[in-house]
C-alpha cells in the first residue's frame, strides 16, 4: 500500500518512485541493457564473419591469428552479454546492499567462465598448433606427429592449472580468505610429492619422452645392454618387445637417465673393416691392396668407400684399415653388404696370394 500511495501523490508517472529509484531510472537502465545486448551481438556477429572472411585470404602464421582471433569472438557468450548488460544497466540506479552483493558475485562468476572460455579455446588451438609443427610427412606411411594421447594429455594438464587459477581468484573475490587454503595446499602437497616421488619422477619422464620424442612407438632402441621395438609409452614404464620376442619394461625415470641409440634414426652406417697380412708378404704384392679392397667396397650397392690404408706393423703382422658408409637404416641391407664385402676381400686375397692373420 506504501508503494501505491507513492505512485497516486506523484503525478508524473516518471518521477513515480519504485524501490529508491524512479520509473525513468528504470527504463534508462533497462535501455543501456538493451542497447547493450543488441550492439555486443551485431558486433560479434560482424567481427566474427571479418576475421573468418580475412583468414581465408592468409597463410602461416596470419592465418593462425585470424582463426584465433574469430575463435575468441565466437566464443563470447550470449549469456555473459546479458551480464554485462545487467552490470552496465544497473550503474544509473540506486540498489539495496544486499542486492548490489548479489550483483557482484554474479558479475564475477560470469567473467570468470567467460575467460574459462576464452582460456579453453586458447589452449586448444596453442595445443593443436603444436601438434602441427611436431607433425612431419612421411614417404611410406601417414604423417608422423605427436598421438591423440599425447595431444588430450597436454590439454587436460594445461585446462586443469586453468581451472585452479580460476577457482582461487573466484573464491578470493567471493571473500573467502584463500591464504591459509593454500598454505595448507602447499604443506599437503609437499608431503605427498616425497611420498610418491618416485611415481611423480616416472611421470615427469613421460611428459618429456612425449614432448621431447627421443624416441616414439615403433622406433627400434637399444638401452645399455638391451634392444628392442617401442610398443607403449605409459605413465611409468616404457615397454619394449625384445628380438627373441620378450617384453622389457623400463622405468620411464631410469630410461631417460640412460644413453639411447635410436636405430629408427639412423641414416647410415659408418663401418671400420680392420684386417692383418702376414708381415712376411712382399712389399710390391702389398701395396695394390687398398685399391683391390676399394673396387671391391665400391661395387656395393648403396655403399660409399671412405678410406683404405695400410695402417702399420704390429708385432710382426701388416695392419690394415678401410671405412665406408652403408646408405641405408635397413639391417638386412647392411647386413647383406657386409657379407659381399667380406667375401669380396676373401677372395682378393686368395687371388693376391695374401695370408690373413
Known sequence: MSVLAALVTVKDPLAWQLYQNTIAEWLTALAIAVGTVAAILTLRRFAGRRLLATALRTVG???????????????????????LALALGRLVLTLPPRWDRTLDVVFIVGLLLQVASWANGLITHTVNH???????????GPPTGPSAATVLALTFM?????????????????????TT???????????????????????????????????VVGDGITVDAF?????????????????????????????????I??????????????????????????????????EVITAQPQVRFERAHLTAITKGDVGFEA???????????????????????????????????
Open 61 to 83: 602464421a596470419a592465418r593462425d591469428a585470424d582463426e584465433l582471433a574469430a575463435d575468441i569472438v565466437r566464443r563470447i557468450r550470449v549469456w555473459f552479454i546479458s551480464i
Open 130 to 140: 603444436y601438434a602441427a609443427l611436431r607433425t612431419t610427412p612421411s614417404d611410406d
Open 158 to 178: 594445461a585446462r586443469i592449472v586453468l581451472w585452479m587459477i580460476l577457482g582461487l581468484i573466484a573464491l578470493d573475490n567471493l571473500g573467502i580468505h584463500i
Open 181 to 215: 587454503l593454500i598454505a595448507g595446499l602447499g604443506i599437503s602437497g609437499i608431503a605427498v610429492a616425497l611420498a610418491v616421488q618416485n611415481i611423480l619422477g616416472d611421470l615427469f619422464a613421460a611428459l618429456a619422452i612425449v614432448l621431447d620424442k627421443p624416441f
Open 227 to 259: 634392444s628392442g621395438t617401442v610398443e607403449r609409452i605409459g605413465l611409468k614404464t616404457t615397454r619394449v618387445r625384445g628380438p627373441t620376442g620378450e617384453e622389457i619394461i623400463f622405468s620411464n625415470a631410469d630410461l631417460l637417465k640412460s644413453r
Open 261 to 294: 641409440r635410436n636405430m629408427q634414426r639412423l641414416q647410415a652406417r659408418t663401418v671400420v673393416l680392420t684386417l692383418a697380412l702376414d708381415g712376411s708378404t712382399p712389399a710390391d704384392q702389398l701395396a695394390p691392396f687398398p685399391v683391390l679392397v676399394r
Open 323 to 357: 671405412v665406408y658408409v652403408v646408405l641405408t637404416q635397413d639391417y638386412v641391407a647392411f647386413l647383406d653388404a657386409q657379407q659381399g664385402i667380406t667375401l669380396g676381400v676373401l677372395e682378393r686375397c686368395r687371388q693376391q696370394g695374401l695370408r690373413l692373420v
